[in-house]
């Protein structure tokens, strides 16, 4: 079983910056491909960002590419996505999502692969 806490979200301005960070329970971790996704009221849940087992993928939302940074530390079981130039529409509750397929080459987009999830941590940008 792996667990998954969410850290890191704020109020932030627009045009400012977060990191979130993502720290993971269990020895499995560093086989696992990672994501972020986000849900703002009223929408559905929707991929951000992606990474493979060792970092050598990273997936992108068009609408956060070049703004965002997904990376990984498997000595440290924790994955971090850096947002910089935030927006009021990048407003969100922001979750942490494994993927428990052991060194998959794929990072879905979809939300079903994704076995586990942390409880989110809120991200609120000003204009």
């Known amino acids: 079983q792996v667990q998954l806490v969410e850290s890191g979200g704020g109020l932030v301005q627009a045009g400012g910056s977060l990191r979130l960070s993502c720290g993971a329970s269990g020895r499995a971790f560093s086989s696992y491909a990672m994501a972020w996704f986000r849900q703002a009221p009223g929408k559905e849940r929707e991929f951000v960002a992606g990474?493979?087992?060792?970092?050598?993928?990273?997936y992108y939302a068009d609408s956060v590419k070049t703004r965002f940074t997904i990376s990984r530390d498997n000595a440290k079981n924790t994955v971090y996505l850096q947002m910089n130039s935030l927006k009021p529409e990048d407003t969100a509750v922001y979750y942490c999502?494994?993927?428990?397929?052991?060194?998959?080459?794929?990072?879905?987009?979809?939300?079903?692969?994704?076995?586990?999830w942390g409880q989110g941590t809120q991200v609120t940008v000003s204009s």
């Open positions: 999502a494994a993927d428990p397929r052991p060194r998959s080459s794929l990072v879905s987009r979809p939300p079903g692969p994704y076995v586990y």
């Open positions: 990474i493979t087992w060792n970092g050598g993928s990273t």
